[in-house]
């Protein structure tokens, strides 16, 4: 059984940072994809980012590109997103993915397991 917890989220000014993380657990992920989705209020959820676990190959939204950062930490079975330059518009509940799969894609239908989120809210 996959189990993903999301923790570091938080109320933070414009132009803060953050970083949350992820912890997985069940299984080795080594052929895993790991993506962080978000969802503000009264919209679709939304995707952020994602990693290759095997390869640490990543993808981005493009209005993320150069402020967030995703990256994995094998020993600890964590996967990170590091914010930085936060805006009112970043604020939504964050949650953790995983592709069994490893497409690494943008689709939440492809991923199989999710977190219970994490909620980060951007003041202005």
């Known amino acids: 059984q996959v189990q993903l917890v999301e923790s570091g989220g938080g109320l933070v000014q414009a132009g803060g940072s953050l970083r949350l993380s992820c912890a997985a657990s069940g299984r080795t992920f080594s052929n895993y994809a790991l993506g962080w989705f978000r969802q503000a209020p009264g919209k679709e959820r939304e995707f952020v980012a994602a990693i290759s676990w095997s390869c640490g190959s990543t993808s981005y939204k493009e209005s993320v590109k150069g402020r967030f950062t995703i990256s994995r930490d094998y020993a600890k079975n964590t996967v990170y997103l590091q914010m930085n330059s936060l805006t009112p518009e970043d604020t939504a509940v964050y949650y953790c993915?995983?592709?069994?799969?490893?497409?690494?894609?943008?689709?939440?239908?492809?991923?199989?397991?999710w977190g219970q989120g994490t909620q980060v809210t951007v003041s202005s």
């Open positions: 993915a995983a592709d069994k799969w490893g497409t690494s894609s943008s689709y939440s239908e492809t991923y199989d397991y």
